[in-house]
C-alpha cells in the first residue's frame, strides 16, 4: 500500500489541482500537509492581510477535507526537517506539490527537491497556477518578453482547452497526530485591526467560486467599462483567491466561457478585456522568472540615476493612512486599510501621487501594499509599482502622472466613492470634493487635512528630476 504527501502551499483548494489529482491517482493513501515556514520566504515573507486571508484559507481547506474524512495535516518550521519526520512517521514513498515563482519559492523548492530525493524519495512538482509557466513563452528571438502586448498575443492563441480537474478524492485519506491547529501558527494580528478584512472576504475555494458566479452572472458584461468605476463592483475581486491558489486562471476561463455560450449572440458579453487582465498576470510573473531582481531594483536601469526625494517619514505616514487632503488619494488609501483590498484605478492614482507628486521611492509604496494588502503578490506587486512609476517594463511613461481630481471627476462623477471612505466629507456636494482645493474653508470645518502638496508644482519638479537623466 503507497502513501503519498502532497505539500500545499498557495494552492489552497481540491479542484483543478494537479498535484492533488496526480497523487490521488497514483497511490493508495494521501496525506495532505502545509508547512508554514515564512523565513524561507525572506526577503518578501507575507504581510499583515496575507497572513490574516492564511489563516482563514486554511481553516476553509480543512473544512473542505473533514467533508471527505480527511485533514490538513500542519506543521511549522523548517519545510524540509518537518517533511521528513512526516515521512518516517506514515512510511511516505512519494511528495507532490504544484509550483511556486517567485525567485525565493524557486531557490527552496529546488534545494528542497534535491533533497529529498536524496533521501530516496519520488518528488513531483506540477505546474498549478497559472495558464502557462512564466519560461514558456518566448519572443521569436527566443528571449523574454518586456511588453505586454505581444506576449498576450501569443498566450491568448495558447490559453487552455481541457476542462479543469475536478475535485480530487483519495482512494484513503491518511490522518496522523500531530497537527497543529491554525491558530498556533499565529496569523491572525494579537490587536485585531481586522474586523473590515472579515466583512469584505470569505477566503477559500468555496469564496472564490462565489465571487466568480456573481461576476460571470453581472459584472462581466460591462467589465470594460465598469472596471474604472470604483464605486461599483465592476471588477471580478479575484485577486485575492488567485494569489491564495483558491481558484486558477484556468477554472475562472471555462466559467465565463461556459456562462457566454449560454447566452444569446446578440447579448454575448465580450470576455476579450478581463482575459486580458488574467494576462497581465501571467506577464507579470513572466517578468519576475526572468528578472529576479526586480522586486528592489529598477528595470529600466536608465532610473537608477534618479534623483528621489530623501525619504520622508511623517510624509509617508500621512499617505499611508489617508490623511494628504486629496480626496480620491485618501479615501483609496483608507480603502486599502480597512478592507485589505484598493480598485485598481484608484491604485494607479495613489502610486503616481506618491512616486511622482512626492517623488518617494517606489519601493517605498510597494512594501506598504506588501504589508496591506491581501492580494499582495510579489509578480504583480512589483509590476504595479514599477509600471507606475516609469521604470518598469512597457512602463507608462514617467510623464504621464494621474491627476486626482480629473480621475475622481471622471470615474466617481457622483463622488460616490469618496463619500464612502471620506464619511467626514459625506454631506458636502460633489463639485466641493471634485475640486478640493478651492473650497479649504469647508473641509477643515470637517476636520479634513489641508492638501499637503501643490500637485502643479509637485508635477513640474517630478518632471524636471526625469529631465536631468542622462540619455
Not at 510624509?315 to 479615501?331: C, F, K, N, S, Y
Not at 485598481?344 to 506588501?370: D, E, I, P, Y
Request: charged share 20%; proline share 7%; with cysteine.
Amino acid at each position: 500500500m503507497s502513501t503519498a504527501l502532497v505539500l500545499f502551499r498557495r494552492d489552497l483548494r481540491l479542484a483543478d489541482n494537479p498535484a492533488l489529482s496526480a497523487a490521488c491517482a497514483g497511490h493508495d493513501r494521501v496525506l495532505p500537509v502545509f508547512v508554514h515556514a515564512p523565513a524561507e520566504e525572506t526577503p518578501w515573507q507575507p504581510g499583515a492581510a496575507g497572513l490574516w486571508w492564511l489563516h482563514h484559507a486554511l481553516e476553509a481547506l480543512r473544512v473542505q477535507l473533514a467533508a471527505q474524512g480527511a485533514d490538513l495535516h500542519v506543521l511549522a518550521g523548517n519545510t524540509l526537517d518537518r517533511l521528513r519526520d512526516v515521512v518516517r512517521a506514515t512510511g511516505a514513498t512519494a511528495i507532490y506539490w504544484n509550483r511556486r515563482y517567485e525567485p525565493a519559492g524557486i531557490a527552496c523548492d529546488t534545494a528542497l527537491k534535491a533533497a529529498l530525493r536524496e533521501d530516496g524519495l519520488q518528488v513531483h512538482s506540477h505546474a498549478g497556477n497559472l495558464w502557462h509557466e512564466p519560461w514558456a513563452l518566448a519572443t521569436d528571438a527566443g528571449q523574454p518578453y518586456r511588453v505586454f502586448t505581444p506576449f498576450w498575443r501569443k498566450l491568448r492563441t495558447r490559453l487552455p482547452e481541457a476542462a479543469p480537474l475536478p475535485a480530487a478524492r483519495a482512494r484513503d485519506w491518511l490522518r496522523l497526530p500531530g497537527s497543529l491547529p491554525t491558530a498556533a501558527l499565529g496569523l491572525l494580528p494579537a490587536i485585531r485591526w481586522d474586523a473590515g478584512l472579515a466583512a469584505a472576504w470569505t477566503p477559500g475555494e468555496a469564496g472564490a467560486r462565489e465571487l466568480l458566479d456573481v461576476f460571470a452572472d453581472d459584472a462581466v458584461s460591462d467589465y470594460a467599462k465598469g472596471r474604472d468605476l470604483p464605486a461599483r463592483h465592476g471588477t471580478s475581486r479575484l485577486s485575492p483567491h488567485l494569489h491564495f491558489g483558491e481558484i486558477t486562471p484556468a477554472q475562472i476561463q471555462r466559467v465565463l466561457q461556459d456562462r457566454a455560450a449560454g447566452v444569446d449572440a446578440k447579448q454575448r458579453p465580450d470576455l476579450e478585456p478581463y482575459l486580458r487582465e488574467l494576462g497581465w498576470r501571467e506577464f507579470a510573473h513572466h517578468l519576475l522568472y526572468h528578472f529576479p531582481h526586480t522586486p528592489e531594483e529598477n528595470f529600466n536601469p536608465r532610473f537608477d540615476a534618479f534623483h528621489w526625494a530623501e525619504a520622508d517619514h511623517a510624509l509617508l505616514e500621512r499617505w499611508q493612512r489617508g490623511r494628504t487632503g486629496i480626496p480620491l488619494v485618501d479615501a483609496g488609501m483608507r480603502e486599502l486599510w480597512h478592507t485589505g483590498w484598493m480598485h485598481n484605478r484608484v491604485r494607479m492614482v495613489v502610486a503616481s501621487f506618491l512616486t511622482k507628486n512626492l517623488r518617494q521611492h517606489w519601493r517605498h509604496g510597494a512594501r506598504w501594499f506588501w504589508d496591506t494588502l491581501v492580494d499582495a503578490d510579489l509578480a504583480n506587486n512589483t509590476l504595479g509599482w514599477q509600471w507606475v512609476a516609469g521604470c518598469g517594463a512597457d512602463a507608462a511613461p514617467y510623464f504621464r502622472v494621474f491627476n486626482p481630481y480629473l480621475q475622481a471627476a471622471k470615474f466617481d462623477p457622483d463622488a460616490a466613492y469618496l463619500k464612502r471612505w471620506l464619511p467626514e466629507l459625506a454631506s458636502l456636494p460633489a463639485k466641493a470634493l471634485h475640486e478640493a482645493w478651492r473650497h479649504p474653508a469647508a473641509l477643515a470645518a470637517k476636520g479634513y487635512p489641508a492638501q499637503m502638496v501643490d500637485l502643479g508644482a509637485s508635477r513640474d519638479a517630478a518632471l524636471a528630476a526625469w529631465g536631468a537623466l542622462p540619455a
